[in-house]
Nanobody
Framework: QVRLVESGGGLVQAGGSLRLSCAAS????????MNWYRQTPGKQRELVAV???????NYADSVKGRFTISRHNARNMVFLQMNSLKPEDTAVYYC?????????WGQGTQVTVSS
């Protein structure tokens, strides 16, 4: 069982930055994929960024060059640095731990980017 808690969301102007944090209740060392997703009302949840245990990262095309995912295995934390934010980045952002048995989700943190 992995409990995930996101923080760091808020209201920011377009062009600004936010850093999201995801704290896990257990070790994430053996969780191969730690991901960030986002969702807006009426739309499917969108994969934003993925990071492996070894630190390899992949991003959705819409955030490449602006967002950076990182993980600190010893602290059981995952981060999403979001720069050059746009109004279309407004969403609830979720942290997820992807395991072979099941996936675990946080409760989400709201990010609102004003124009």
């Amino acid at each position: 069982q992995v409990r995930l808690v996101e923080s760091g969301g808020g209201l920011v102007q377009a062009g600004g930055s936010l850093r999201l944090s995801c704290a896990a209740s257990t070790s994430i060392l053996e969780i191969t994929f730690m991901n960030w997703y986002r969702q807006t009302p009426g739309k499917q949840r969108e994969l934003v960024a993925v990071i492996t245990t070894g630190g390899s990262a992949n991003y959705a095309d819409s955030v490449k060059g602006r967002f950076t995912i990182s993980r600190h295995n010893a602290r059981n934390m995952v981060f999403l640095q979001m720069n050059s934010l746009k109004p279309e980045d407004t969403a609830v952002y979720y942290c997820a731990a992807i395991t072979t048995g099941r996936n675990y989700w946080g409760q989400g943190t709201q990010v609102t980017v004003s124009s």
